[in-house]
């Protein structure tokens, strides 16, 4: 590639479109240069600036790396990479990744077990309660129904503290959780349910009734929650955490998958960003299926209180 030029047509009555009328971003490719037209009451030239250099440096490092795989060829200018590099620096600590999120939780329940954990609207649930619940739950998911290390488990459950109450079970036992909202079309509770490939789904009575699901399923009904025990945490920060899925509008949902260390890591960035502390309120509206959702978890590793219900009276972060 020789050369590009960029035209502002927001200036001009009458000029044709290749995308459509009204088309706010147009590249017109010949033979030795590129044409980027653009509507500047849409974007800035700097951004538009940005936008050619970095099209002329991935078409050159294309066209000169003949040998490497895609995966290892920049995407965007040097001079972009220099602007990045000195946005992103910042104050670094040391963090130790293997911290998984029940090993957090665990510390607080120690330290302040009285303090509330999750209010869910209807119920408040302190982080002794939910400790001692998700050590019985955890128990019994792997003595009686065969769940440990790096089972890959659906939750299909309500708004309550039971999700997370759950999650921490799974955790605890080194299990991953996959959230499934279920107000989803059957079709992609399927899907999800085959790519994550989920070994059990754990969810209500009223909605085991209601779907013909085909792998096992465990009734959280039928869980114990109540027995007093010791329980180990296993699993390590290289350990999944969850199977997350997209939104599906390029097709159909992808799995990405959340090891324990990114929560880990994600938890301490929360924290510096919001300047939370102890004590504070995560108020969350968003599906448990959003990856969004995932500041409840943050909230209970750093002995804040995860809410569904939002208080004026409160701190809240609103997510």
Partial sequence: MTSYSIYDFSGFDNIDILNGEGSALTLNIYDDYLDLVYNSDIFSDIYIQHM??????????????????????????????????DFCKGKTRKVNKDKTLSIGFREHAIIHPDAIAV?????????????????????????????????????????????????LALNKIGACFIPVDPLYPIKRIEHMLNISEAKSIIT????????????????????????????????????LFSIMFTSGTTGLPKGVKVLNKQITLLSYSFKDIFNFSYGDVVGSYLSFSFIASSVIFYALFFGGCSGYSMKKSEKIVYC
């Fill in 119 to 167: 209010d869910d609207g209807l119920e408040q649930i302190s982080y002794g309660e939910l400790e001692k619940s998700s050590n019985s739950i955890a128990y019994d998911l792997k003595e009686n129904h065969g769940i440990s290390l790096k089972d890959n488990i659906a939750l299909m459950l309500p708004r309550t503290y039971h999700f997370p109450e759950l999650v």
């Fill in 204 to 239: 209500t009575k009223e909605f085991a009734q209601s779907y013909d699901f085909k792998i096992n399923v465990i009734c959280i009904d039928d869980l114990n929650d109540s027995e007093d025990v010791e329980l180990e945490i296993i699993g390590n920060g290289e350990d």
């Fill in 52 to 85: 050619g250099n970095n099209l002329k440096s991935l078409i050159d490092n294309l066209s000169n790396c003949h040998d490497q795989l895609l995966k290892d060829i920049n995407i965007i200018s040097r001079e972009e990479q220099l602007l990045l590099s």
